[in-house]
């Protein structure tokens, strides 16, 4: 079994701001291989469940907001009895730019709340992770992260999008070293 959690935050207001490139891709998966989420309120995520290469594979999206994301990523691992090898967390990264995604097997947060609570809540930095950038970062970034796409970026992010999904399939198929290679 296999977790993939998509990091964003919930509520309209950020539906479409660049920090929820991980819930766009995860809501597009749905979308085009029709299965759908519904909230746990005791695993403080919407879920989804569906097969890949028959491996059954756990899809969440956080309701804890993003700088909390370590609590929904911990809550369904320990249910689901889910081993941190087993996880890949797609969120966007602002050091990449638009258009761009890697794959990384392990690393610091870089910065970033969601990644830092996960490591805060599973122990350990060593996880793969598939980061969708979302730059170059125009102001702050508290701010430039809660913006909606621009326009040019829009332009760019179904393709984006899709190839996040290819690259989460490959690492489900023939594991990071390989997808990496692939998608880097």
């Known amino acids: 079994m296999k977790l993939i959690a998509g990091l964003g935050n919930i ?9 929820n490139a991980g819930f766009m891709t ?4 749905a979308l085009t291989e029709n299965f759908s989420f519904k909230q746990e309120t005791k695993l403080k995520s919407f ?29 369904v691992m ?30 610091s947060d ?8 996960i490591i805060q809540h599973i122990g350990t930095s060593n996880f793969n992770r598939i980061k969708i950038g979302i730059g170059p970062q125009i102001g702050p970034s508290e701010h430039y992260v809660l913006q909606n796409f621009s326009k040019e970026q829009m332009d760019i992010l179904k393709e ?25």
């Not at 509520?11 to 920090?19: P, V």
């Not at 756990?58 to 809550?75: D, Q, W």
């Open 78 to 107: 320990d249910y689901y009895k889910i081993n941190v090898s087993d996880i890949i967390i797609i969120y966007d990264d602002i050091a990449l730019p638009a258009g761009k995604i890697r794959l990384r097997a392990n690393g």
């Open 110 to 117: 870089g910065g970033h709340n969601g990644i830092k609570s």
């Open 47 to 75: 879920i989804a469940k569906n097969k890949i290469n028959g491996e059954d594979i756990i899809f969440i999206k956080p309701t804890t907001f993003m700088n909390l994301s370590g609590e929904a990523v911990r809550a």
């Open 11 to 19: 509520g309209d207001k950020y539906c479409f701001t660049r920090h």
């Open 26 to 29: 995860l809501d597009r998966w």
């Open 160 to 184: 984006v999008l899709d190839k996040s999904i290819e690259a989460a399939k490959s690492v489900i198929k023939d594991g990071m070293e390989k997808s990496q290679n692939l998608f880097n």
